[in-house]
């Protein structure tokens, strides 16, 4: 896949500007991507760049929101700052996104994809990129997970994930003790349909569990239930999904 950005990172917050350089650089539409915190706007080279995450720290200067309307029409203008009060400002003078400084790996994932989605060349890239991964997923045997990460594909063995948890349109796969969670882009819905032929059953509305990593069960005083599983996460089960509990104390095959 051809690369289709350019990007210059404005950020004073270093905390910040480290996370979303890794980002950037681990990202397969970077192509490249230049740090200058103390640049002046005026001198910024919109011929060898056409992505600009700039930081915005000081609004006292008059000239900034005029040099900023005139760079949105030139690049794709991402604005961040500490605070979600600015987000109007951004969009004021032109910028495609706001991101603030505790901004976190989805809500950045969002705003790559916002940028593809505004690029035709990377739209078309990102599409056929999309593919031919489709394609090599239908290869695969239904015991794994597709899961693309920043810049890269993983194939998770379904028999390594104890239990899930979703928000949104994204699911945290979680393995045995000792192994960080994995994000992955999928309902709720969807991935249990995925692993329930698997032993897997819902216990919460946002929560799946392996049926054979559970190895107790302890009520609470509001009606729900404790699960602790063998690893020694204790998980809830809540009254809406007591009919699971027949499944759970049967026999386990």
Known sequence: MIASFHALTHISTSKFATFLTQHVQAHR???????????????????????L??????????????????????????????SGHFANFAFEVGAVDFLTTDATTPRVEKCFE????????????????????????????????????VGKVRLIDIKDIVWVNGAGNYVELHFAEGTSPILHRETMK?????????????????????KQAITELMPTDSG???????NDTYLNLS???????ESI???MV
């Open 114 to 149: 916002k940028l593809i989605h505004l690029c035709p060349i990377a739209s078309a890239a990102e599409q056929k990129y999309q593919q031919s991964i489709d394609e090599e997923h239908a290869k695969l045997p239904s015991s794994h997970i597709v899961v693309k990460d």
């Open 190 to 210: 969807n991935i249990e349909q995925q692993l329930e032929p698997e032993g897997f059953i819902r216990i919460h509305r946002s929560t799946l569990v392996r």
């Open 224 to 230: 729900d239930y404790k699960v602790k599983l063998k």
């Open 29 to 51: 539409h970077f192509n490249s991507q230049l740090h200058i915190p103390n640049k002046p706007l005026d001198q910024i080279d919109t011929l060898q760049h056409n992505v």
């Open 239 to 245: 009254r809406r999904y007591k009919g699971c509990l």
């Open 249 to 251: 104390i049967s026999p």
């Open 53 to 82: 995450f700039y930081e915005l720290t000081d609004l006292s200067d008059p000239t900034q929101i005029v040099h900023l309307t005139d760079l949105a029409k030139k690049l794709k203008l991402v604005i961040i700052a500490q």
